[in-house]
Nanobody, 118 residues
Framework: QVQLVESGGGLVQAGGSLRLSCAAS????????MAWYRQAPGKQRELVASITSGGSTNYADSVKGRFTISRDNAKNTVYLQMNSLKPEDTAVYYCNAVISLIYNYLYWGQGTQVTVSS
């Protein structure tokens, strides 16, 4: 069974850093685009950053210059390095990935809580 498992969330003070990881496990042919989303209480889920299989990246304006998305294709893992965290970054962070089986399917992780205190 294919699944995405996130780790690395937690509580941090404003100005601090966290690194999120999301690993794909199971039997599949390959990983295509991968991304991180977040959802704060009472708000819609929003895209934080994405990365293609070739390494091209895209960021939400609110995190540009502070967050960095990367991937290790050998480990089937995507990372989100978050620096200079702000209280408004507090949310549940979810990763997703387009995973190739017979066809391509979009999978989501279970989410990891990030809380930034002021």
């Amino acid at each position: 069974q294919v699944q995405l498992v996130e780790s690395g969330g937690g509580l941090v003070q404003a100005g601090g850093s966290l690194r999120l990881s999301c690993a794909a496990s199971g039997s599949f042919r390959g990983l295509d685009d991968m991304a991180w989303y977040r959802q704060a209480p009472g708000k819609q889920r929003e895209l934080v950053a994405s990365i293609t299989s070739g390494g091209s990246t895209n960021y939400a304006d609110s995190v540009k210059g502070r967050f960095t998305i990367s991937r290790d294709n050998a480990k089937n893992t995507v990372y989100l390095q978050m620096n200079s965290l702000k209280p408004e970054d507090t949310a549940v962070y979810y990763c997703n990935a387009v995973i190739s089986l017979i066809y391509n399917y979009l999978y989501w992780g279970q989410g990891t809580q990030v809380t930034v205190s002021s």
